[in-house]
C-alpha cells in the first residue's frame, strides 16, 4: 500500500534476531483497519534471518521504513535512534515478538481525537503463551485513579500498548538509554510530565511470555528492580519532590530491591557473596529476613 499523506502514527518495532516471531508481528500491523500509519522497523545487527525476513515486506508496502545499526547498541540505543526518526507526532511500541489487535490503531487514535490534548494513552492487553495464544488479560494493567500521578500511584497500572506525543517526550530528555531493563518506566514517568494519559480498557496487545530459567530470572529481576528504582529517583528529581512525600513513594522501592538482591546473592551459593549479603541485612533486615523465609520454605 502507498503512503500519501504524513502518518497520523509511526509503530516502532526495533528488533534483534526475532526472525522466528517476525512475521506475527509485522502482519499484524499490515492487517490494521486504519491505513494512514508509518511502521518504523529498526534492526540492530541481527545475526538470523530477520533481515532478510524484513526485506521481503520492504518493497510490497511504502508504510514500511527500514533501518539498520551499524553496530549493535542494545534496545535502549535502537529505541531511542527510532524515536528521533520516526514521521508521524505520535508513536507506538511493538515488540517483534508481539502482536496487535487489528482494531488498535483506530481504537487508539479514535481516543486521541476525542481527547487532542492527551500526552499519552495506554490499553489493556492480552497475556500470551509462547505460540501467542491468549491466556488471561493483565491483571495489573488499569486507570490512574483521579488525583494521583502513575509516579505516586506504585503499581505497574500503565503496561502495553502505549503511545505518546513523541515531540513532548523528546523534550523532556527522549528515553534514558542506560535503563535496559527499565525503559517501559522511563518514558511512562516522562510522558505523564508532559500531559495528560488516559486508558483504553479493550486489550488491543498480544504480549507474548516466554519462560526462563530461574537462576537467570533472580539476576534478571533484581537488576530490574535497581533499574525501577533508579528511574523513580529520577523522575522525583525532575519534578523537585523531597522530604516525606519522596520517602513514601521510595519506601516500598528501596524494600523490594533490596529484598531481590539478597534473594539473587542468596542463590548464587558463593562465599564471596557473605559481604553483600551482610549488607542486605543491615540495610533492610525486614526484607532480608522475608527473603531468607522465602528460601527455607522453597
Known sequence: MTLINKPEITLLMCNYNNAHYLRKGIESVLAQTFENFELLILDDCSTDESVEIIKEYVPKDERISFYQQKQNGGYGQAIYDAINLAKADFVGIIDPDDALASEALETMLNRLKEKPNLAGLY???????????????????????????????????????????????????????????????????????????????????????????????????????????????????????????????????????????????????????????????????????????????N
Not at 221 to 232: A, Q
Not at 276 to 286: D, I, K, Q, T, Y
Open 123 to 297: 490499553s489493556q492487553h492480552w497475556i500470551c503463551d509462547k505460540d501467542l495464544n491468549p491466556v488471561e488479560i493483565c491483571k495489573t494493567s488499569t486507570k490512574i485513579p483521579n488525583g494521583i500521578t502513575y509516579l505516586e500511584y506504585g503499581k505497574s497500572a500503565m503496561t502495553h500498548f502505549f503511545v505518546f506525543n513523541r515531540l513532548k517526550f523528546i523534550e523532556n530528555g527522549n528515553i534514558d538509554r542506560t535503563m535496559r531493563n527499565a525503559l517501559d518506566q522511563d518514558w511512562y514517568y516522562k510522558v505523564e510530565e508532559v500531559g495528560e494519559v488516559d486508558f483504553v480498557e479493550q486489550p488491543l496487545y498480544f504480549y507474548r511470555i516466554s519462560p526462563t530459567g530461574i537462576s537467570q530470572g533472580f539476576k534478571k529481576s533484581y537488576i530490574t528492580y535497581r533499574d525501577h528504582h533508579i528511574i523513580k529517583e529520577r523522575a522525583l528529581d525532575r519534578r523537585k519532590i523531597y522530604g516525606q512525600k519522596r520517602k513514601e513513594i521510595l519506601g516500598k522501592s528501596r524494600s523490594e530491591v533490596m529484598y531481590k538482591k539478597f534473594n539473587y546473592l542468596l542463590n548464587e551459593k558463593n562465599p564471596a557473596f557473605l559481604i553483600p549479603l551482610a549488607e542486605c541485612f543491615f540495610r533492610s533486615p525486614v526484607s532480608t529476613l522475608q527473603a531468607i523465609i522465602y528460601k527455607l520454605k
